[in-house]
């Protein structure tokens, strides 16, 4: 991992909604029926359909489904129920994000996740930090765009997740 440039990203939301049901919502996603921007398609990245958590906890398990028919397993390294809870990942050797990309064994990888819920004057709010790392020698050409994506990719799932927990 010597070879790699790491690299965190966050974006951040107001919900208005209880924290139990944001807590709900960023640990079992439901967005299969929100339309997914047509630049990420252009982009050949897969829609997320929904995810699950598979056991609570630290060592457990979140499964993470897309319209391609892929996969990926994200495993829980913290968990502060309804405060915060951080996952790694690790995926089907054939997951791909781009046409080019395969974002966990390739020269861009995304390592982990976070998301916080904290109350900032008297809303709610979720952030989604990410981790991830590009290959020395391709973050000159790979470092500005990988972090616009991501930053859009981070708001279309967060205000999916908003709409869910305000309904």
Known sequence: MNNYTFKKISSSVNINSSIENIWDKITNVEIENFKFPWYFRLLNIPKP??????KEGVGGK???????????????VTWEKHK?????FNSEDT???GYFFNIFTGIFRISKGTYYITTVEAQNQIELQTDYMIKKGFNWILGKPIYLILTVFQS???NTIKVTSEK
């Not at 359909?49 to 598979?54: H, N």
């Open 62 to 76: 979140r499964m993470a489904f897309f319209d391609n028919k892929k996969t990926f397993t994200q495993e829980i």
């Open 49 to 54: 359909i929904r995810a699950k958590i598979l």
């Open 95 to 97: 997951f791909k994000a």
């Open 156 to 158: 279309y799932l967060l």
């Open 84 to 88: 915060t809870y951080s996952f790694t």
